[in-house]
């Protein structure tokens, strides 16, 4: 069985309006309307998941509820590549019961208002991230999908982002010494 792997890259934007325009202006719509997510990362109190490159997230994005597992990320190229396997759970509060109860808490926190936009089609899609540290356009698809809408959209490979949005909150952290805890509006 062919295990389902994410393939993606993040844009830095000057701002969401400007990402907005730029998609719009090469046939992208909206096909999933701006909404707040909350991340929450989950791992044991030892940090088991963490220092095995392993990922477990409960997103709750409006009424939805998605729980997210990720594999180790692979080393190399200029895509993020994870295994990836995810469901969706009807009580948030249940779900997270759920997994306090076999030794899963909340590790981190992060929140961002996304927008997802699809170009008819294509097996592909772009979304819009308005995060505490700034603006972002995530591309996910195919390696080749990827490559050709990055340079249609302008963002040569130089400007490619590879890493989670808790890296880039650590680093944001670090430049204006604070420390970190987690990222909310």
């Excluded at 009807?90 to 997802?116: L, N, P, Q």
């Excluded at 390696?143 to 650590?170: D, H, M, V």
Aim: net charge positive; with cysteine.
């Amino acid at each position: 069985m062919k295990k389902p792997v994410e393939i993606e890259i993040k844009l830095p934007l000057e701002s969401v309006t400007k990402g907005r325009a730029l998609l719009r202006k090469h046939g992208f719509k909206v096909f999933a309307p701006r909404v707040l997510e909350e991340n929450l990362v989950l791992d044991s109190e030892s940090r088991t998941l963490y220092n095995r490159g392993l990922l477990l997230r409960v997103r709750r994005a409006g009424k939805i509820v998605t729980c997210t597992s990720k594999g180790p990320e692979s080393i190399g190229g200029p895509h993020k590549r994870r295994e990836e396997n995810e469901f969706q759970a009807s009580d948030f509060k249940a779900i997270m019961a759920v997994f306090e109860t076999i030794g899963f808490r909340e590790a981190f926190r992060y929140e961002k208002y996304r927008t997802e936009f699809s170009r008819a089609g294509e097996h592909g899609h772009a979304t819009l991230d308005e995060t505490p540290i700034g603006a972002f356009m995530e591309l996910e698809g195919s390696a080749a999908w990827i490559n050709r809408t990055a340079k249609l959209l302008g963002f040569p490979q130089a400007t490619w982002i590879t890493l989670s949005y808790a890296r880039l909150y650590s680093q944001w952290c670090e430049a204006k010494g604070i420390t970190p805890t987690n990222m909310k509006f």
